[in-house]
């Protein structure tokens, strides 16, 4: 994804990891750790088949597939 947006934009990756960080590091030092949501979500083997199950026959709406088609 970062060279993607990197090629995609100009930017150099140098620059966008020391902008990400310290975005990062601003918002986190102005919030209470409870409320802060990681990027990446760990669940049990139950909790995932949970989850699985609830979306069987759904289906996703036009947003999410272009999300997903375009990878950003």
């Known amino acids: ?27 986190h030092e102005g919030l209470p750790r409870d409320v802060v949501v990681p990027a990446t979500v760990v669940l049990s083997a139950a909790s995932g088949k949970k989850f699985a199950r609830e979306l069987k026959g759904r289906t996703a709406n036009a947003a999410l597939k272009k999300l997903m088609r375009n990878g950003d």
């Open 1 to 27: 994804m970062l060279d993607r947006y990197s090629k995609r934009t100009g930017i150099k990756k140098g620059y966008l990891i020391e902008e990400a960080l310290r975005s990062y590091l601003i918002a």
